[in-house]
């Protein structure tokens, strides 16, 4: 269980961070966004992140919009699982934790 746990955890962390430099990119490179070479990657990688936050959210929301919403949602995911891994760890004792 605490290795489904610590993989869970990895995989969100590695979303999270993907979606935190396409905005960060976003933000930088402006309008010429979509011919930068490191921002093409990183969409690559955070698109699974942003399909899915596209089939969840209601129609209204813009495309422009899904990136930031699919960080919310991997930030709230990111957040249950160290909380079940807390809940986790303290069922078992700390030190099988280890």
Not at 69 to 81: D, H, K, P, Q, T
Request: glycine fraction near 8%; charged fraction near 10%; proline fraction near 3%.
């Amino acid at each position: 269980m605490l290795l489904f746990l610590n993989i869970a955890q990895l995989v969100l962390y590695i979303g999270a961070l993907g979606l935190a430099g396409q905005g960060l990119l976003y933000v930088l490179t402006g309008q010429g966004r979509h011919s930068n070479l490191f921002y093409q990657l990183i969409e690559m990688v955070n698109k699974p992140w942003t399909l899915m936050a596209r089939f969840i959210s209601p129609k209204q929301i813009l495309d422009r919009q899904i990136p930031f919403v699919a960080f919310c949602i991997v930030g709230v995911l990111y957040i249950a699982v160290t909380l079940a891994k807390i809940e986790h760890c303290i069922t078992i004792g700390i030190e099988a934790c280890q």
